[in-house]
């Protein structure tokens, strides 16, 4: 019997982190953790397995035996853009953890703005006691835009608190209880749109998508006027900034964004400063370090056995 193939691990997470989930991780192989100085210079030849997150832009001249590349995070688009990606199984990162800790944002950041929170933060920084009239979550329309494992999980969470939900995807989905859209029927979609949840990956057809011209036609019916938008997807999809202007100019009533087209953040974008505006450091759904190698166990295990890969990423459609 052969012996197993070492797993490279290139993920720049938080250290520690991977550091505790390696241990026990991939039982019967090597686990060569390439944050490891121990393993600078390490000659990778001959290797099976990566699983990476914003990789070295050498690794694949280092690694060019892979026979499956596992992106440390749900997107790919880091991955896709890598020098050198060989023409391998590319498979995402599907979890319970991530899915739930998403919806768990998206949630959180359309009742901060339901709520009104930012108004009752800035009165009380100024020591002042004041009731604002108060809408309920029936009375907004939440468009969630991408209804792959993330939007569906979060539409229906979305829906339990009481908001009514759309959804808008690229081919037509059947949710329970929630009118859809297709990509034909964008403008549509948008004219019932209160909040607009963006939870698409970054690919050629949504670079910087979410502009001025997609904003003005979002609702403006709703009981606060102006639309609110939180994008928890990619950075690269937002033209920024369009986003800054909507939000000085009240075409934007508000917005929450975890991801931007340069990360980190600049210490002087404007971003920092806008009012309106809740900012998380690309947060929203985390990778849990453990569930992912236990992720990339169970896909070696599968080929290894003969099965079928799961997650496997399109690259033509680029996710
Ligand atoms: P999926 O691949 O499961 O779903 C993607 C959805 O987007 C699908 O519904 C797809 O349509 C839709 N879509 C893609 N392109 C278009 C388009 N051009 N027009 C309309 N709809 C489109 O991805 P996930 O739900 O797992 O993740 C979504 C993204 O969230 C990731 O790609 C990643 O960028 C981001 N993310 C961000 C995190 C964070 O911490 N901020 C954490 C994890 C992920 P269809 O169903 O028709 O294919
Ligand atoms: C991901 C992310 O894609 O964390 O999983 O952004």
Redesign the pocket.
């Given at each position: 019997m052969s012996a197993k193939s070492p797993v490279i691990v290139d993920l720049k997470f938080i250290p520690e982190e991977v550091d505790a989930a390696i241990v026990g991780a991939f039982p019967g192989r090597e686990v060569i953790n390439l944050a490891d100085p121990a393993h600078e210079g390490r000659d990778l030849r001959g290797i099976d397995y990566a699983v990476v997150w914003k990789s070295a832009p050498d690794l694949f001249s280092r690694a060019p035996d892979l026979k499956v590349v596992f992106s440390g995070?749900?997107?790919?688009?880091h991955v896709l853009t890598l020098p050198g990606l060989p023409d391998v199984p590319l498979v995402?990162?599907?979890d319970r953890s991530?899915?739930t800790?998403?919806s768990e944002?998206v949630v959180m950041q359309c009742l901060l703005h339901l709520r009104q929170h930012r108004a009752y933060e800035t009165r009380a920084k100024q020591h002042i006691w004041e009731d604002l009239i108060q809408p309920e979550a029936a009375d907004i329309t939440v468009g969630v835009?991408?209804?792959?494992?993330?939007?569906?999980?979060a539409i229906t969470k979305l829906q339990v608190m009481g908001f009514r939900t759309i959804?808008?995807?690229?081919?037509?989905?059947e949710i329970e209880g929630i009118e859809t859209f297709?990509?034909g029927e964008?403008d549509a979609f948008l004219s019932k749109t209160d909040f607009l949840v963006g939870?698409?990956?970054?690919?050629d057809?949504?670079r910087e998508?979410f502009n001025a011209g997609l904003f003005a036609k979002l609702s403006r019916k709703g009981p606060f006027g102006a639309p609110v938008f939180i994008?928890?997807?990619?950075g690269g999809?937002q033209n920024e900034p369009d986003v800054i202007e909507a939000l000085k100019s009240g075409l934007l009533g508000g917005a929450s964004i975890?991801?931007f087209q340069q990360e980190p953040l600049p210490k002087d974008s404007p971003f920092w400063d806008l009012e309106t505006l809740y900012l998380?450091p690309?947060?929203?759904?985390?990778?849990d370090v453990k569930a992912l190698f236990t992720h990339v166990q169970q896909q070696i295990d599968r080929l290894e056995s003969g099965q079928p890969l799961q997650y496997l990423?399109?690259r033509k459609?680029?996710?």
């Open positions: 995070g749900a997107g790919v688009d995402r990162f599907v991530l899915t800790r998403m944002w835009m991408g209804l792959g494992v993330l939007g569906q999980d959804g808008w995807s690229r081919s037509k989905k297709d990509a964008l939870l698409l990956p970054l690919t057809d949504t998508f994008n928890g997807g990619r999809s975890d991801v998380t690309h947060v929203a759904a985390s990778s990423v399109d459609a680029g996710y």
